[in-house]
């Protein structure tokens, strides 16, 4: 018999205590972690939120999450390291957070160093910048403003709907256009291009409607759209890295363009993906600690070895 989570009139149930009770609490929650960022000075706001989540995070069920994939993209590490690298993502996970509210300053105030800006230039028919959820990942954009580029981007909606404005925030700093995922977002790449933005993106979420990737040796859904528009038109697909170097500093490393195949068959487009994700591998393994290790990257069904 099905449980009462199981009907459609439970889970309308669901949806709707949700909204009414949980979202307002996440919403009053997100508020007040933002103000008291905000108000204080960068560094402490970094620290703190950083020691906060240090804390909390191990008590969540992300943690486990976290730890199942480190053990499965990362077998042969040892168990001591493992419990450091994870405590060491909350911290940096924590001072993403803090470091939110100041981070359209964080260029003028220095604490940003970058590589490659010469890779940037002289892209008047847009360019596709691909990165991953590592250090403060927030932080790669600004290598494009700072060459004088408009920033566009792709979201997936908050299940919050009480915290868009997060999004608009966010995307107010870049100045460019802003696609939600999927249909949109595959039009909206079309036309970022045409208006000669620079589309950044962050491939190392699973992605339902892409292809089976190698990751870690593991296939992973990944998203392709970008690899296949680059190949077609000949766009520049360029690598953007940002690493903590230490606290609130940090390096953002732009890439010179990959080589594309001249064709985009399935072929040629798996081979360009699976690149892209021998690269983000290695960036993962130089600084696991930094990487966002709770995504669902593999899905929910894999298991990692005993």
Not at 273 to 290: F, Y
């Amino acid at each position: 018999m099905a449980s009462l989570r199981d009907t459609e009139w439970g889970r309308a149930l669901v949806r709707n205590v949700r909204r009414i009770f949980i979202w307002p609490l996440e919403a009053a929650l997100v508020v007040l972690i933002f103000g008291a960022a905000r108000l204080l000075p960068l560094p402490v706001a970094s620290a703190a939120m950083g020691g906060l989540f240090a804390l909390i995070g191990p008590l969540t069920p992300w943690h486990g999450r976290a730890a199942r994939n480190m053990k499965l993209a990362l077998p042969d590490m040892a168990e001591a390291k493992r419990r450091r690298v994870l405590s060491g993502m909350w911290w940096n996970l924590g001072r993403v957070i803090g470091e939110f509210p100041h981070i359209h300053r964080m260029v003028g105030l220095g604490r940003i160093e970058f590589e490659g800006l010469e890779n940037l230039r002289g892209l008047d028919g847009g360019a596709i910048l691909v990165g991953a959820h590592i250090g403060n990942w927030e932080l790669g954009p600004y290598a494009a403003l700072k060459e004088g580029h408009k920033v566009a981007a792709i979201y997936r909606p908050l299940n919050n709907q009480l915290l868009a404005w997060l999004l608009a925030r966010r995307q107010a700093n870049y100045g460019g256009d802003i696609y939600r995922k999927g249909r949109e977002a595959a039009l909206g790449m079309v036309s970022t291009l045409r208006k000669g933005q620079v589309m950044c993106l962050l491939v190392d979420q699973q992605l339902r409607e892409g292809m089976a990737v190698p990751f870690f040796g593991h296939p992973a859904q990944t998203s392709i759209s970008h690899v296949k528009l680059a190949i077609r038109k000949q766009v520049p697909l360029i690598y953007m890295r940002t690493i903590r170097l230490s606290g609130c500093r940090f390096r953002v490393s732009i890439s010179p363009p990959l080589a594309l195949p001249g064709q985009d068959d399935d072929g040629s487009v798996l081979a360009m993906a699976t690149e892209i994700n021998r690269t983000i591998e290695g960036w993962i393994r130089e600084t696991p600690e930094q990487w966002f290790w709770p995504h669902r990257r593999w899905g929910k069904n894999i298991q990692p070895p005993s």
